[in-house]
């Protein structure tokens, strides 16, 4: 049961590139999220998706995009990457049913420097 | 929106020792989660409990929705339950958002 995968766990990249990282869960979840956590705020949620072509926007989505044409996966892409989006970048998915709606399950986190 | 406060910010514990920490909400919520960061930065899932009392090994956890806290308690500490623990709650209101609180520091020291 592999669960919630991201990858790369670790990114360094230079101001104004392009960079995506990967969420990819096993579960079959309906719901899908995207976390930032930096020291002094906490985690902040960036996008979330309920389903298969189906995105909004959390708290702090400005400088990010968010696809997502399958179920299982929803990366998360930074068009142009700044300084201030270096950060650890959490994938969450959700599980639903009568006795569990609405347990999150979180990735093991991804890393990115922005030089 | 919905304001979680975690007490206390940090905990030092010697081995062996029992601790509990509190989680405060402001409104009413449909899921609530405890989280340990341990320090590889894993979030790992601890209770999902809106309500009510679970136990699982030396941890246990109590939500009193309609007073609006949770109380996780560790037992018998151990260097390994060293991490931040998060508590994290959605309003009824408050559609898909997951708000967390700002974590309780344990430091187990041998």
């Known amino acids: 049961d592999a669960g919630i995968t991201q990858s790369p766990r670790y990114k360094i990249t230079e101001t104004g590139r392009q960079v995506t990282l990967m969420c990819h869960q096993t579960?079959?979840?309906?719901?899908m999220f995207w976390y930032r956590q930096d020291l002094g705020h906490g985690l902040r949620l960036i996008y979330y998706?309920?389903?298969?072509?189906?995105?909004d926007k959390g708290e702090v989505p400005d400088g990010y995009v968010v696809s997502r044409s399958k179920t299982e996966n929803f990366p998360l892409t930074l068009e142009s990457a700044t300084r201030s989006q270096t950060s650890v970048y959490f994938c969450a998915s959700r599980r639903e049913g009568a006795l569990w709606a609405g347990e999150l399950f979180f990735g093991e986190g991804s890393r990115l420097t922005v030089l | 929106g919905i304001q979680v406060e975690q007490s206390p910010p940090d905990l030092i514990l010697q081995e062996g020792a029992n601790s509990t920490l509190r989680c405060n909400f402001s409104?009413?919520?449909?899921?609530l989660q405890w989280f340990h960061q341990n320090p590889w930065g894993q979030l790992i899932n601890l209770f999902y409990i809106p309500s009510g009392t679970k136990q699982n090994g030396r941890l246990s956890a109590t939500t009193v929705a309609t007073e609006r806290y949770s109380l996780l308690y560790i037992s018998s500490s151990q260097t390994t339950d060293s991490g931040v623990y998060f508590c994290?709650?959605?309003?009824?209101?408050?559609?898909?958002?997951?708000?967390f609180g700002g974590g309780t520091r344990v430091l187990v020291k041998p």
């Open positions: 409104d009413s919520v449909n899921n």
């Open positions: 579960w079959s979840h309906s719901y």
């Open positions: 994290a709650v959605r309003a009824k209101a408050a559609g898909n958002k997951l708000t």
């Open positions: 998706s309920a389903a298969a072509d189906i995105t």
